[in-house]
């Protein structure tokens, strides 16, 4: 009897030894603190994706700060060939005004040295006293006779003409030189003013103030004035 007693508590003691144990091994494997540990150590990548990627607003505004033109380069590339200074300083629009400018300057200029060619020409006939030159004759139509010509009225309108084209023709050279000197200034300020800070920070202040009398001893009242920029 003692015997059955002895067996019988053995195996209960074995019964709940293997409960306990399979208890502390479910445990283990699905605590809700291990699972909620392993959702926060993830990482959410989407999320910094989306925060660290740069709008095409932020990229343009990075390029614009980085470049930064010099202002000597911008020069001689200049003076190399009218408007280059210009694309250098990414002003691109001004291109077209700059050789626009130097293609009418060119016509304007090879128009009036032919004229003045012509006029020359006649002037030299009529001055020499020679029948076989009469090349001013031709800017009369056919009907005209040389006899029916006033030859000192014909002299002076031919002089005149020749002084007047060659004024025209010297004045356009000049406007090119002028057009050339002022897109090298113009690359020159462009690039030194490429960082000028233009923000809309601009202000003016209007404030009564006491202004002192040179004449007397009382003071004189007025306004004040102040730009900020």
């Keep these: 009897m003692a015997i059955k007693r ?46 660290v990627k740069p709008s095409r607003y ?10 930064n033109p010099d202002p000597s380069r911008a020069v001689w590339m200049s003076a190399l060939f009218p408007g280059l200074g210009q694309v250098y300083n990414r002003r691109y629009w001004k291109l077209p005004i700059i ?10 200029t090879s128009w009036n040295n032919s004229m003045l060619d012509d006029y020359s020409r006649a002037y030299r006939d009529i001055m020499d ?20 010509l006033d030859k000192q009225w014909l002299t002076s309108l031919l002089q005149s003409r020749k002084n007047f084209y060659r004024r025209n023709r010297d004045l356009c050279i ?22 000028f800070d233009v923000s809309p920070d601009l202000s003016m202040d209007i404030a009564p ?3 002192p009398e040179g004449r007397g001893q009382r003071p004189a009242f007025g306004l004040q004035w102040a730009l900020n920029f």
Aim: aromatic content about 8%; some cysteine.
């Design 129 to 148: 006293n020679d029948p076989g030159t009469n090349s001013y004759m031709d800017f009369f139509p056919p009907t005209v006779t040389e006899e029916s």
């Design 174 to 195: 000049i406007s090119m030189v002028g057009v050339y000197l002022l897109a090298m200034v113009d690359a020159y300020v462009d690039a030194s003013l490429s960082h």
């Design 58 to 67: 932020d990229v343009w505004e990075e390029r614009s700060v980085v470049f």
């Design 6 to 51: 002895t067996i019988l508590s053995l195996l209960c003691a074995a019964a709940a030894a293997a409960a306990t144990a399979q208890t502390n091994d479910a445990d283990s494997i699905g605590t809700p603190d291990v699972l909620m540990a392993e959702v926060v150590e993830v990482p959410d990548t989407t999320a910094q994706t989306a925060a």
């Design 99 to 108: 050789v626009g400018a130097y293609l009418g300057l060119g016509y304007a």
């Design 209 to 211: 103030a006491i202004i």
